[in-house]
C-alpha cells in the first residue's frame, strides 16, 4: 500500500516539500482541470523521479459520467484521452472521477436513466482500454442539482453493467461521514484507493484524522482490505498529526 497525498498545481510545490519531509509518502494524486495544465506539470517530472513518486489523476468535478447529452458526455471521453496522451511520459497510475449530476428532480424520477448514461460512458469503445478509472463515492445535500454516487446501489449496478475491465473503487471516508452506505462491506473487492479525511459529517472540510468523527476502527477495517493508495486528502497542516495516528495503527 502506497502512502499519498492529494495536490493541486497551485500547492504542488509544497507536496513536493512535504514527500521530501516525510518519506513514508510515494504517491501525489494531482487535480487536473484543463489541457492547459498538462504542460505545467510536466515541469516537475524530474521532481517526481528522483523522490521516486508515482501519479494519480483527478479528474475535474464538472466531468459528468452521467450527462444526458452524448455530445458533451463524448467531449469528457475526449478530455480524459488527452490528458493522458499529454502525460504518457509520467505513467499515471490511474484516473480518479466522481460519476457526476443531475436536476434532483428528474434523477428522483429516473435514476436509472443516469445509472445507463454512465455505464455506457464507461463501455464507449472510444474510452482508452488501457487507462484505469476509479470512481469515487459522494454525498449529495438535495439541491436543485444532485449526484450521483452516493449510495452502495450506483456502484453495484454500474460495477454489474459494465464491460471495462480497468475500472475500480475509490472510497472517500470524508464522503462516507456525510452520505453512510456500506461500501467497504459490498465493494471490498473493488477498492483500489482510499481518499481518507475527516470531517463533523455536515461540511466535507477535509481535516487531519481525529479532529472529526471519523473513529479509528472504521480506518482499521478499511486498511486490513489492504488498498494499493491511501491518500490523505487533508489540509497540509494536519499530515504529520494523521501520519502519527495511522502509524498507531
Known sequence: MKVGIS???F???EAIEICKSEKC???IEIGIDNLEECEELLRYKKDFEEL???IGIHLPMELNTCENIIYIRNSWISFINEINKQLSTLNIEYFNMHLGYAMTSRLNNNRNKYLKNTVEFLNDNCLDSNIVICIENT???KGDFSNIGNNVIDFEYIFNNTMRKKLCFCYDTGHFLINKDDYIDKLSEKI???HLSDNDGIIDSHIGIGKGILCMNHIKKILEYNPEYLVLEIDYKDIK????NLKSL
Open 7 to 9: 495536490a493541486l498545481l
Open 11 to 13: 500547492n504542488i510545490e
Open 25 to 27: 509518502i510515494k504517491h
Open 52 to 54: 521516486n513518486l508515482s
Open 139 to 141: 454525498y449529495s445535500k
Open 192 to 194: 483500489k484507493i482510499v
Open 241 to 244: 498529526d494523521t501520519l502519527i
